[in-house]
C-alpha cells in the first residue's frame, strides 16, 4: 500500500518561479526522502530529513517535515527547465533493512 | 563506476513466457531491491535482500521470484509472464553503512501481450 501521497499530482510553472510539493503518509517514520525522476530514467535521490528534523536545505531545495501532522513539502526555488520531471517522497519506517515506500509522485513542469 | 545497471532495457513477451531480468552494481553494496513503477503510481517494492544469501517479500511478490547471486547481482524472474505483470521495473542498491538511500538502475520496460 502507498504511504505518501504527494500533491498536486501535476504542476506547470515557469522559469524562474518556486515550485511547492506536498507529501502526507500515514504511519509514524524514521526519515522522509524526496526523489527526482526524469522521463523515462531512474529515480535519482536529492535529500532526506528525519523524524527529528524540522527543515532541510540542499541548495534550491528547502525540505520540511512536521511529524504532528504527517505531512512534508518540497521547495524548489528558481526553477529551471532542467527542473521538469517527476518528485516523489519515500518514507523510511525503521528497521535494518531500510525498506522504503514511495509515493504516486508529483509531475513538474517547467516552461522556459 | 557505473553503479547500477540492468538488463536488458525493454522487453516484449507473451502470456505464459519466462524470462529474468539482471542487475548488477558495483558501489560494493550490501543490500538490494526490486521495484516496479505502473502508470501514475509510485514504486512498490517486489523483493529486496538485505546482503549477500538473503532475500524477502516486498509488497507485491507473487508472479515473481528472485536470486541473489552474489554480493554484486540481484535478478528477477517471471516464470509464466501475465498482462498484468506489464511495467516498468527498477533495480537498486543501499551502502553498507547506516546510509539510508537507495541508488536506482535506468529500469528496465516490459510489455507482457
Redesign the interface.
Known amino acids: 500500500s502507498q504511504q505518501g501521497e504527494e500533491d498536486p499530482q501535476a504542476l506547470s510553472i515557469q522559469e524562474g518561479e518556486n515550485a511547492t510539493m506536498n507529501c502526507s503518509y500515514k504511519t509514524s517514520i524514521n526519515n522522509l526522502q524526496w526523489y527526482r525522476q526524469n522521463s523515462g530514467r531512474g529515480l535519482v535521490h536529492l535529500i532526506l530529513i528525519r523524524s527529528n528534523e524540522r527543515e532541510k536545505h540542499s541548495g534550491r531545495l528547502r525540505v520540511t517535515l512536521d511529524t504532528s501532522k504527517k505531512s512534508s513539502s518540497l521547495l524548489i526555488t528558481a526553477s529551471r527547465a532542467a527542473d521538469t520531471a517527476s518528485y516523489f517522497c519515500a518514507t523510511n519506517s525503521g528497521g535494518s533493512n531500510y525498506k522504503l515506500t514511495f509515493g504516486k509522485g508529483t509531475l513538474l513542469t517547467v516552461n522556459p | 563506476n557505473a553503479g ?1 545497471t540492468q538488463t536488458p532495457k525493454f522487453q516484449v513477451l507473451k502470456t505464459g513466457q519466462s524470462m529474468t531480468l539482471q542487475c548488477a552494481q558495483d558501489m560494493n553494496h550490501n ?1 538490494m ?1 526490486w ?1 516496479r513503477q505502473d502508470p ?6 517486489i523483493y ?1 535482500s ?1 546482503s549477500e544469501g538473503t532475500t ?1 517479500k ?2 507485491v511478490p507473487n508472479g515473481y521470484n528472485v536470486s541473489r547471486l552474489n554480493k554484486r547481482e540481484f535478478s528477477l524472474r517471471l516464470e509464466s509472464a501475465a498482462p498484468s505483470q506489464t511495467s516498468v521495473y ?1 533495480c ?1 542498491s ?1 551502502a553498507p553503512s547506516a546510509e ?8 528496465t520496460r516490459l510489455l507482457v501481450l
Open positions: 547500477v543490500s531491491y521495484y501514475g503510481m509510485g514504486l512498490r517494492l529486496y538485505a524477502d516486498g509488497e527498477f537498486a543501499r539510508e538511500t537507495q541508488y536506482f538502475g535506468p529500469g
